[in-house]
């Protein structure tokens, strides 16, 4: 019987983001393709013979109660599964947070993926993932992984096929950006119109043609994230100055990406952006295979 099990737990970054109408429930319609990439957090689950969770992590910043979506994950599949025994997560992290990377959300899959294992619970892929949705908007989607398109207010996610292998360098500002705010900044723009990027790219992406892959990469946020902040914005310009073949917001912010085709030009690309900016990461995209299958580290018994 396995003791404990180790994870990796990647963020995403969003080709498309389209931002569609507001619903009855106070969530928003979108439509995005999304890909999972190897910046990642370490998640280390542990049994522990009395019931219960809980959750320790290397950053005092991160919240350690029922707030967190890894304590909320396990709290939700141990209920579900009726077990006994109970959890400890040890986190280590290393996707900023309030960044638009969806790592608590990954955190929350992982945390779902691992207990599946380590409990042999033998939940479907399905249950998992509807446990996921329960979650948070994110969190199904990284129970897919790879190059996925996601709908509704982020639930309904479909898995495309991988995406040809891109290179990204990701900036994490000392600005942070209020979700709701963000979406509430976009509710009051007279005339707003989506880009609606997300259908046409996908045609893209089943050619595999590249170069116009990365130049239709569109965000909806960025109308009303770069107005009202100027060093976001700046950050955006610089990516592209830093020759960067594509730079966009991530999700609703703060960090931006710039693309890359090759290890060597996104290497040489962070070595500009850190000049001025202290956190700044370099990975790459992954396949499906590689988000779920491949990250995990081992198991002790």
Not at 203 to 214: S, W
């Amino acid at each position: 019987m396995k003791k404990q099990l180790t994870l990796q737990s990647p963020a995403k970054v969003n080709y498309t983001l389209d931002i569609l109408s507001r619903r009855e429930d106070g969530y928003h319609n979108l439509s995005s393709i999304v890909q999972v990439v190897s910046l990642s957090d370490r998640i280390t689950l542990l049994r522990r013979e009395g019931p219960g969770t809980s959750l320790e992590c290397d950053d005092p910043s991160i919240p350690s109660d029922s707030s967190n979506l890894a304590a909320r994950a396990a709290e939700t599949v141990l209920q579900f599964a009726g077990c006994r025994e109970g959890v400890h997560i040890r986190l280590e992290k290393r996707i900023p947070a309030q960044a638009g990377l969806g790592g608590g959300s990954s955190n929350a899959a992982a945390v779902i993926r691992g207990l599946n294992r380590l409990f042999e619970l033998h939940m479907s892929l399905a249950e998992m993932t509807t446990l996921a949705a329960k979650i948070g908007s994110d969190c199904a989607l990284f129970m897919t992984g790879g190059t996925v398109a996601m709908r509704g207010r982020g639930e309904v996610v479909t898995p495309l096929q991988d995406g040809p292998r891109l290179w990204f360098v990701i900036v994490k500002p000392e600005a942070n950006i209020s979700t709701a705010r963000a979406y509430a900044a976009l509710d009051a723009l007279p005339n707003r119109v989506s880009a609606r990027s997300t259908r046409s790219l996908q045609e893209i992406l089943a050619k595999g043609d590249v170069e116009r892959l990365t130049a239709r990469f569109t965000n909806d946020f960025e109308q009303v994230v770069f107005p009202e902040h100027l060093s976001i914005a700046l950050l955006h310009d610089e990516f592209l100055m830093a020759r960067a073949r594509n730079a966009r917001l991530c999700g609703s912010g703060s960090a931006v990406f710039g693309v890359c085709y090759s290890e060597a030009e996104a290497k040489e690309v962070a070595r500009i952006m850190r000049l001025k900016y202290r956190d700044v990461f370099v990975c790459r995209s992954l396949t499906r295979e590689e988000s779920l299958n491949g990250w995990e580290e081992g198991a002790s018994e």
